[in-house]
Each structure stands twice: as C-alpha cells, then as structure tokens.
C-alpha cells in the first residue's frame, strides 16, 4: 500500500516494522537511511530533469522534464523537512535543533539551485544538430543549423538574493513541519505551531486529565490519576467519607514527562484498603483543591460495565462514550487504539483531547467518576514488538501495572487483561503469567473474561489468517480451553462479530465466546467475513457492548448509535 498517507507514515514513522510510528534508536537509524536513500534518488531525477529540460528538442519532452524538475525538487526538499520536523530534537533543545535543520535545508535548497543553474545555463559553444528542430527564445530554427548560446555570466546579486530567499523559505518550511503529528479517527495533521495556538484544558487549568483507574480488587482499592503543566510540589492526597474531609492522607507518585515537545506532570495515588461499596471524597494538595467522587465496588451484587475500542477523539466516538454514561456502568474497559496517538512523542494534544471527553461525559449522574480500565493497541504501542521504553504516554498515563498485561478480581469474576505483541510476546512471561493467574486456587473457581486488542477469531478473513493471529492462538487457545474461559474480548478490526462457542479451534458446546472487535469511533473495517466457520453474528457498525454480570449468567448488550440495540445474547455459567 503505496498510498499518499502510507508514504508520510513512511516519512514519518518509518518503513521499520509495517510503517508504525517509533522512535527507537534503531527506528530512528533506519528513518534516516531511509530518508538520505530517497533524498539522494530525487536528486538524481532533479538532476536528470534539469538537464533534459534545455538539451530537448522536442517540446512536449521539454515541457514534461520541467514538470519532472519541479516535482522532484519539491518532493526532495518536502522530505527533508518532514525528517526534520518528525524526529525528536536530537541536538540538545528544540532551538539548535530548528537552527541546524533550518541551515541544512537551506544548505539543499542551495545545492539544488547550483544543479539547476549548472544543467539549464551551461556554457555551450557551438552544438550542431542535424534534421530536428530546435527552439531558441521562443523561435524555431530550421533544421542542420549551427546554434551559439552566450556563456552566462556570474550575477553575484542574484545569487546572494537566492540564499537569503532560500534562507527564510528553509526556516518558514521547517518551523512548519516542526514537531509534526500524524495521528487517525479522525485524521489529524498538527505541528508544533498550531498546537500552541489550539485551545488545550492543560494549558490554562492548574489541574487536567482527572480520571479513575481500576485497582487489583476494586472493591477496595482505585487509582487516581491527574496531570498538571506545572510542578505542583509533593504527591499528597486526602480522601475521606464525606466532602472535604481529610480523613486519610496518602503519598503518591509524580513524573515529568521526558519529552522536548510537552510540559507534563503526572500524578498518581494508589488507594488501597478502602471498605467496599462505599463512597470516598478525593482532594489534592495542602488546600484540598480539586478532586473527585468515587465509589469502591461491593462485595455482593451484579455488576455491569461497558466494552469499546479503537475510539479515537470522532464524533462517532463522542456519541457512543454519551450513551455510555447515559447507562451509568461500574467501569469500562477499552480495548486499545484509545486515542490513536500512534506512540508519536509529538501527538500529546490527541491524548488530552481524548481525556477531555473522557471527564466532560464519564460521570454518573450523582456525580460519580467512572473508573476505567485498559489494553494496550498498535496504535497505542507504535505498531508491534516494541520496547517499553519506546512506547510513549501509555504506560506513564495509565500506571495499571508496571507490565503491558494485569488482573482484576471482582466479586462475582476474574477479568484478565492481556498484551497481543504490541510489548509483550503472547508466549514467554506473559504465557505463564496467564496460566499461574488462571491456576491459582484461591480464584480458580471463579468465572473468567479475558480482553486483548488483536483479536483471535477476527471478523475479517484476511486478519484470521496472519502470521501474528496464528501465533497468539497457537499459544492462548489452548489455556483458553484448559481453564474454561467463559468470554473474550477482542478489537482491532472495526467491526462487531460475536463468535459461536469454541474449544480447540472448532465449534463446540460450552466453549469460549469471543466477541468484539472494536468498532467505537473509528470507520468501520471494509467487511471481508462471509465464510468464516467461527461467526454466529457480524456487521460493519459503530458500537459498543454492555456487559451484565449476576450469580448465574453474562448477559451482552450491543448498542449503536441513537441507542439502536444490535445484538443480545446471554452465557450461562457452566
């Protein structure tokens, strides 16, 4: 896929592992061979064209070799700055990184007139040509004609007003190109420049980003996490049971971002030991300023919560997070592709507009918060197989567990959230952690919901057959069946399937259900599923999924937009 936008994820991102974007030192190595390689080439057609273009007899060839020149000259001088302006300032600071891209540029641009001037103005004493015509100052002359052109002479003016022209174009060029952004759902092209002047709540508010992640036992404990442009002093929390009460104080952790383009505290407090069904008031700082309401879950009782992934910041995705807190569940959990920020350290303002919807709609109607968990997607991670370190805000914004999977107990089931190559492999220490979590006799009686991104029985023939598809059903399916996993939630290819019970890659009663596959704000997937074995039910919707949980059963609510009930199904315990 040779596309326009394939070709700026190349520029961008990187050829290197499927056109992802990352910013590893390998990543970044082969950016820059690849960058020079492609440079170097329309440099040679650049040159080629000029050359061409007076040497041509034939006016329609000669016409055709300027358009070349001029493409070839555009696109050399676009593609140096788009590595410019994509690459993290390597140099120190953003200013000497701008300066030395500016004076490169200007450098090429330079260069470039040099190989121009040399091709169309060169010194020719005497050419002889022989039966063609050949056009001289907009007059053709008759054939077998000797032909005299005048030896150019140096015009220091024009070329000092060359450089300076090349100068000011070079810098213009590069400060907009300047810490470019390209992020999806919906599309977004954003530079250094037109983030500064957007409107962003982290820029004007003291405190940003307020939300609420699940703890390993939700019914009692919570994490509370909010970010600030400014460092606000010591992480210290209060909660209590009643508003403004510092019942409690707890010391959290606070990180700054390591990042050129964003000034970006994180702050976080692990609430733990929290009684169950109960409410706690949350404040911040000596002042108890800001804070938030929020409610462990109970030790009895159904519980519900809601499913969606690949969202983004549309409006599809708005729509769908409204009729969301319109049903008020205990939690949600998304399944990857969250704010398609594609780990780019220059796409921060795509995750702050998703928080903002995220704390403008996810609140109950008594003004509860409603607590979120998460797995990480290629859109999150940067692609696939990549190094923590690499990865960019998911891990600081969400510090669920210092790994790329992790657990949850609920009263009445286990909820597993697992890791499909993005950071850790499905085999290895992820695989024995999944089977060690399913095997521990304290929960093993306990039903089990497993979630991950990449999905295992996709709604898309193409997906299902995958090298990465197989793998992580060669290596999960059978724990899968060993230990009874009543449901799974899947994601990735923007559509809605809902599986027949499986066991063993077959069809097969009291099997695993999957169901899925993340469809909450991006375009729904071109649809490739007629014929797959597996699918008792698939569409191409936008959607999310309800889940209910009682003593005896799961029972699924798939919901689209303007509330439109898709699909209802219900699992009986076994």
């Known amino acids: 896929d040779m596309s326009a936008i394939k070709w700026l994820h190349i520029l961008v991102g990187g050829l290197y592992d499927q056109g992802y974007f990352n910013y590893g030192s390998s990543a970044l190595v082969f950016d820059l061979i690849l960058c020079v390689v492609l440079m170097g080439f329309l440099l040679v057609v650049f040159t080629v064209a000029s050359a061409l273009h007076k040497l041509s007899g034939w006016c329609a060839f000669k016409y055709a070799s300027r358009i070349l020149c001029g493409l070839s000259f555009g696109s050399y001088i676009l593609t140096l700055c788009i590595l410019f302006g994509s690459i993290p300032p390597i140099f120190g600071s953003l200013l000497i990184h701008l300066t030395f891209a500016t004076a490169f540029v200007t450098f090429n641009f330079t260069v470039c007139y040099a190989v121009y001037s040399r091709c169309i103005k060169k010194s020719v004493t005497k050419i002889e040509y022989f039966n063609m015509t050949w056009e001289k100052d907009n007059e053709f002359m008759d054939s077998s004609s000797e032909i005299f052109f005048d030896v150019p002479q140096n015009n220091w003016k024009k070329n000092i007003i060359v450089c300076i022209s090349c100068l000011v174009l070079s810098f213009l060029l590069v400060i907009f190109f300047s810490g470019i952004c390209l992020a999806f759902e919906p599309f977004q092209w954003s530079t250094q420049i037109s983030r500064a002047v957007s409107s962003n709540s982290c820029n004007t508010q003291k405190i940003c980003n307020e939300y609420l992640l699940l703890g390993n036992d939700p019914t009692t404990s919570m994490i509370v996490v909010f970010h600030s442009k400014n460092f606000l002093g010591d992480p210290i929390a209060y909660y209590g049971l009643s508003l403004g009460s510092k019942d409690y104080e707890i010391q959290g952790t606070m990180k700054k971002l390591n990042n050129v383009y964003i000034d970006r505290y994180i702050y976080s407090f692990n609430l733990y030991n929290l009684e169950p069904g109960s409410t706690y008031y949350v404040s911040y700082g000596d002042k108890g300023v800001n804070g938030m309401k929020i409610r462990t879950f109970p030790k009895n009782g159904n519980i519900t919560f809601a499913v969606g992934g690949d969202m983004g910041t549309t409006e599809t995705a708005v729509s769908l997070l409204e009729s969301v807190a319109k049903q008020e569940p205990d939690f949600m959990f998304i399944g990857g592709d969250i704010a398609y920020s594609n780990s780019m350290c220059t796409c921060w303002d795509r995750w702050d507009k998703w928080f903002e919807n995220w704390n403008r709609i996810m609140k109950s109607d008594d003004g509860y918060i409603i607590p979120l968990t998460v797995s990480i997607g290629n859109h999150d991670a940067g692609g696939y197989n990549r190094n923590k370190s690499e990865v960019k805000y998911y891990f600081d914004y969400f510090p669920i567990s210092k790994e790329s999977y992790h657990i949850h ?4 089931f286990k909820f597993l959230i697992l890791d499909t190559h993005h950071v850790s492999h499905s085999s ?24 991950y991104h990449v999905p295992m029985y996709p709604a898309s023939i193409s997906e299902f057959g995958t090298e990465r598809n197989e793998e992580i059903r060669t290596n999960w399916v059978p724990i899968f069946d060993e230990y009874n996993i009543e449901l799974a939630l899947e994601f990735h290819t923007h559509a809605f399937k809902r599986s027949k019970p499986m066991r063993n890659d077959t069809i097969a009663e009291n099997g695993t259900i999957y169901i899925g596959d993340g469809c909450m704000g991006a375009d729904p997937s071109i649809f490739d599923a007629d014929g797959l074995y597996y699918l008792e039910k698939w569409f191409a919707k936008p959607h999310y999924i309800l889940v209910n949980i009682s003593p005896e059963t799961i029972h699924t609510n798939v919901i689209g937009l303007k509330d439109l009930p898709l699909d209802s199904f219900k699992i009986k315990f076994w």
């Open 428 to 451: 290895g220490i992820q695989q024995e952690w999944l089977v060690e979590k399913l095997s521990d006799s304290k929960y093993q009686e306990m039903p089990t919901i497993v979630g």
């Open 409 to 412: 107990y609920f009263n009445l």
